[in-house]
């Protein structure tokens, strides 16, 4: 007990001196104190070098190419005795941190420490000491006891060896050589991968680098770097940096601030003696390429990361700003970060905890995590506020009159001509009819369904609105192939389960190819937003719906069977013009321009007018207007037709021109509504 009770009052200097957390290496010591002393830090191999003499204790490592002609000096404490040391090796900042007694020094941090050789008096002759008490251990590893001795080498491993300024150069300019060689279409993707696991090396390196300053840049072509220490302090602040002008390119420049809950975030997870950010800048979108083919501003590409942190979820957002030239109207930024797909290989760009703010010549973009950031350039319509007001209103009350039109005409539909021939048309009327009604309930409710918290609700809106749209399209292409079936084909071929085959079709394959977009990824239905600009500023905000989230799907499901059914329909219209030119009565032409109109509304003809949103300009949006009035009373038009061709055939003056009438008019075996 009284040896015991010695050793903790035995006078060690500093025993106190080892509370620091997170080193990657600890070596400690006893070292008597005879006379005046100090440390010399100073170049060596590639090892951690510990040399104890009387004069100095003096620690080697390997130094910049620059600074290896000088050393540092440190004074020790005046007071004589034995002190306890301990050396402090954190590899992801690359520094040593010596604690002697109760002194701390930073080695290599202070550059008015260096001393350049040949400007001190030469040496004098230094006698070897031992080391009493030598203990060491590594991250993770057991505390190793060692015998004493006056000088201690510690191999660094390869992970542990010194990176150089022209390691890193040497690194960036096989990236940009890599970047410049043209993709092969059919390996494409498999070179991305090869490019961002490259990219990834080069961070590494990028955390090692011995640095000259605080803040260095690297690279002179297609990547460029730049390493930001930030040393620890009680009360972090915020990190601003701006980069250099850039000229002849769409983005001139950018600027970061950093929030100081960053580095809080760091110091609550013991990182110690610095932290180290690093940027990369990217003016190539090879390697970010996602399936979408999305174009970036400016190829511009900026990664920012904080060494050995991952960072999300932060109480302030990391600020992008993006300098560019004034963006045209039609199109709307979007700040977007590159989400890696491990599984797959690949990536896509999305905007989850990112917040845009455009105005004028720059771009702000507001995330709450770190990683590869840019600016997504979306296609958008030229609509200032004033005309989406306007269209929302011709929307929903045209919607709202179609619906309840729509309902009226079914119900008067199903107690007309119980003929067999006029049975099927009046069936094919009525469900068509129905699709309408579908299509304009499920678009008057999705903005409400969009503005809730519910993401499932909104799915669930998106993909039923997508039925309805496809159904309508769907039983327009029947009406088509019924008006053919009626003026073409010689013969009436009826069986008694053809109706059941046409709502199988109607019905069946919109439901079809919904649950197959559905299962392919449930993310393809959900909140769709649609940019609108205000008409001062220029600055946009989104109108959001629930509707299908992917352009690919929409382009290529819906624009692609319309363009179908519209050509199918017009071939159809145009027979039907041909029949009506060749009657040739005269005394009739009210009666064939009412009856080519109805026909126009029932096989969607009107809806080509969508194809004129690819336009720009004021040609645009008169189109908007057009097909806005028209197809959202579609119902209530096809309602209004119905019954000005009734009366007309009611107020035929002769049997004759009533017989004409009968031709053009619905219930006809040579038309459509009746």
């Given at each position: 007990?009284?040896?015991?009770?010695?050793?903790?009052?035995?006078?060690?200097?500093?025993?106190?001196?080892?509370?620091?957390?997170?080193?990657?290496?600890?070596?400690?010591?006893?070292?008597?104190?005879?006379?005046?002393?100090?440390?010399?830090?100073?170049?060596?191999?590639?090892?951690?070098?510990?040399?104890?003499?009387?004069?100095?204790?003096?620690?080697?490592?390997?130094?910049?190419?620059?600074?290896?002609?000088?050393?540092?000096?440190?004074?020790?404490?005046?007071?004589?005795?034995?002190?306890?040391?301990?050396?402090?090796?954190?590899?992801?900042?690359?520094?040593?941190?010596?604690?002697?007694?109760?002194?701390?020094?930073?080695?290599?941090?202070?550059?008015?420490?260096?001393?350049?050789?040949?400007?001190?008096?030469?040496?004098?002759?230094?006698?070897?000491?031992?080391?009493?008490?030598?203990?060491?251990?590594?991250?993770?590893?057991?505390?190793?006891?060692?015998?004493?001795?006056?000088?201690?080498?510690?191999?660094?491993?390869?992970?542990?060896?010194?990176?150089?300024?022209?390691?890193?150069?040497?690194?960036?300019?096989?990236?940009?050589?890599?970047?410049?060689?043209?993709?092969?279409?059919?390996?494409?993707?498999?070179?991305?991968?090869?490019?961002?696991?490259?990219?990834?090396?080069?961070?590494?390196?990028?955390?090692?680098?011995?640095?000259?300053?605080?803040?260095?840049?690297?690279?002179?072509?297609?990547?460029?770097?730049?390493?930001?220490?930030?040393?620890?302090?009680?009360?972090?602040?915020?990190?601003?940096?701006?980069?250099?002008?850039?000229?002849?390119?769409?983005?001139?420049?950018?600027?970061?601030?950093?929030?100081?809950?960053?580095?809080?975030?760091?110091?609550?997870?013991?990182?110690?003696?610095?932290?180290?950010?690093?940027?990369?800048?990217?003016?190539?979108?090879?390697?970010?390429?996602?399936?979408?083919?999305?174009?970036?501003?400016?190829?511009?590409?900026?990664?920012?990361?904080?060494?050995?942190?991952?960072?999300?979820?932060?109480?302030?957002?990391?600020?992008?700003?993006?300098?560019?030239?004034?963006?045209?109207?039609?199109?709307?930024?979007?700040?977007?970060?590159?989400?890696?797909?491990?599984?797959?290989?690949?990536?896509?760009?999305?905007?989850?905890?990112?917040?845009?703010?455009?105005?004028?010549?720059?771009?702000?973009?507001?995330?709450?995590h770190l990683t590869y950031f840019a600016v997504l350039m979306v296609s958008s319509p030229e609509i200032t506020y004033i005309h989406r007001d306007y269209l929302s209103i011709i929307t929903y009350i045209g919607c709202l009159i179609s619906a309840l039109a729509s309902i009226c005409t079914i119900f008067f539909l199903y107690f007309r001509?119980?003929?067999?021939?006029?049975?099927?048309?009046?069936?094919?009327?009525?469900?068509?009819?129905?699709?309408?009604?579908?299509?304009?309930?499920?678009?008057?409710?999705?903005?409400?369904?969009?503005?809730?918290?519910?993401?499932?609700?909104?799915?669930?809106?998106?993909?039923?609105?997508?039925?309805?749209?496809?159904?309508?399209?769907?039983?327009?292409?029947?009406?088509?192939?019924?008006?053919?079936?009626?003026?073409?084909?010689?013969?009436?071929?009826?069986?008694?389960?053809?109706?059941?085959?046409?709502?199988?079709?109607?019905?069946?394959?919109?439901?079809?190819?919904?649950?197959?977009?559905?299962?392919?990824?449930?993310?393809?239905?959900?909140?769709?937003?649609?940019?609108?600009?205000?008409?001062?500023?220029?600055?946009?905000?989104?109108?959001?719906?629930?509707?299908?989230?992917?352009?690919?799907?929409?382009?290529?499901?819906?624009?692609?069977?319309?363009?179908?059914?519209?050509?199918?329909?017009?071939?159809?219209?145009?027979?039907?013009?041909?029949?009506?030119?060749?009657?040739?009565?005269?005394?009739?032409?009210?009666?064939?321009?009412?009856?080519?109109?109805?026909?126009?509304?029932?096989?969607?003809?009107?809806?080509?007018?969508?194809?004129?949103?690819?336009?720009?300009?004021?040609?645009?949006?008169?189109?908007?207007?057009?097909?806005?009035?028209?197809?959202?009373?579609?119902?209530?038009?096809?309602?209004?037709?119905?019954?000005?061709?009734?009366?007309?055939?009611?107020?035929?003056?002769?049997?004759?021109?009533?017989?004409?009438?009968?031709?053009?008019?619905?219930?006809?075996?040579?038309?459509?509504?009746?």
């Amino acid at each position: 007990m009284k040896v015991l009770l010695l050793l903790l009052l035995s006078p060690l200097q500093g025993v106190g001196a080892s509370g620091h957390r997170e080193e990657d290496f600890c070596f400690c010591g006893d070292r008597n104190q005879t006379q005046n002393s100090s440390v010399i830090y100073e170049h060596g191999p590639a090892t951690i070098t510990i040399e104890n003499t009387a004069q100095a204790l003096i620690i080697k490592r390997p130094f910049l190419p620059n600074r290896r002609n000088s050393y540092y000096k440190y004074s020790l404490p005046p007071a004589l005795g034995r002190y306890r040391f301990c050396l402090y090796w954190f590899k992801a900042n690359r520094t040593l941190r010596l604690v002697y007694g109760k002194q701390s020094f930073l080695l290599g941090g202070d550059l008015s420490s260096s001393i350049t050789r040949g400007k001190e008096s030469q040496k004098t002759e230094r006698t070897s000491t031992p080391i009493f008490n030598v203990s060491c251990i590594s991250k993770g590893g057991k505390n190793t006891s060692l015998d004493s001795a006056s000088e201690y080498f510690f191999p660094a491993s390869p992970e542990s060896m010194p990176v150089w300024e022209q390691d890193v150069e040497e690194q960036l300019t096989a990236l940009d050589s890599l970047i410049a060689q043209p993709l092969a279409p059919a390996a494409g993707a498999t070179e991305q991968r090869m490019l961002r696991r490259k990219l990834g090396e080069l961070e590494k390196t990028l955390a090692k680098v011995e640095l000259e300053g605080q803040n260095q840049t690297f690279g002179k072509a297609t990547v460029h770097a730049t390493v930001l220490r930030v040393q620890p302090t009680w009360a972090p602040r915020h990190l601003a940096f701006a980069s250099q002008r850039e000229e002849g390119g769409e983005v001139h420049g950018f600027a970061v601030d950093l929030p100081s809950s960053l580095f809080v975030t760091a110091k609550e997870r013991e990182e110690v003696v610095e932290h180290r950010v690093l940027l990369v800048d990217i003016n190539n979108q090879t390697m970010f390429q996602d399936e979408n083919s999305s174009h970036v501003l400016g190829d511009k590409v900026i990664g920012i990361s904080l060494v050995d942190t991952v960072v999300a979820n932060l109480s302030e957002p990391v600020v992008l700003t993006f300098f560019h030239d004034q963006l045209p109207r039609n199109v709307t930024p979007l700040c977007v970060f590159w989400q890696e797909d491990t599984t797959a290989g690949s990536g896509s760009w999305d905007s989850y905890g990112c917040a845009t703010a455009t105005g004028g010549s720059q771009t702000d973009c507001r995330c709450n995590h770190l990683t590869y950031f840019a600016v997504l350039m979306v296609s958008s319509p030229e609509i200032t506020y004033i005309h989406r007001d306007y269209l929302s209103i011709i929307t929903y009350i045209g919607c709202l009159i179609s619906a309840l039109a729509s309902i009226c005409t079914i119900f008067f539909l199903y107690f007309r001509s119980k003929q067999r021939d006029q049975i099927t048309s009046m069936h094919i009327h009525m469900n068509l009819l129905g699709a309408i009604f579908l299509l304009d309930v499920t678009f008057l409710i999705s903005e409400h369904l969009a503005s809730s918290s519910n993401e499932a609700v909104c799915r669930a809106g998106g993909l039923f609105l997508h039925f309805s749209l496809l159904s309508c399209l769907t039983w327009m292409g029947i009406e088509g192939y019924n008006l053919y079936r009626l003026v073409i084909e010689v013969f009436n071929a009826y069986d008694d389960h053809f109706l059941l085959k046409l709502c199988l079709v109607g019905w069946g394959l919109p439901f079809f190819c919904v649950m197959l977009i559905f299962l392919a990824s449930w993310t393809n239905y959900g909140p769709f937003s649609i940019p609108v600009y205000e008409s001062v500023g220029g600055k946009s905000t989104n109108a959001t719906i629930c509707w299908i989230t992917s352009p690919l799907i929409h382009n290529v499901v819906n624009l692609g069977l319309f363009s179908l059914v519209f050509l199918f329909n017009s071939v159809m219209l145009g027979a039907m013009i041909r029949e009506i030119l060749r009657q040739n009565k005269k005394g009739h032409k009210l009666k064939h321009v009412l009856a080519l109109f109805g026909l126009s509304i029932l096989l969607g003809i009107p809806w080509v007018l969508v194809f004129f949103s690819f336009t720009s300009g004021v040609f645009r949006l008169v189109s908007l207007y057009i097909f806005t009035i028209i197809n959202s009373l579609q119902g209530f038009l096809i309602f209004l037709w119905y019954w000005t061709m009734v009366l007309q055939a009611r107020k035929s003056p002769d049997s004759q021109s009533s017989s004409d009438s009968v031709k053009l008019q619905p219930n006809s075996s040579q038309s459509h509504l009746g």
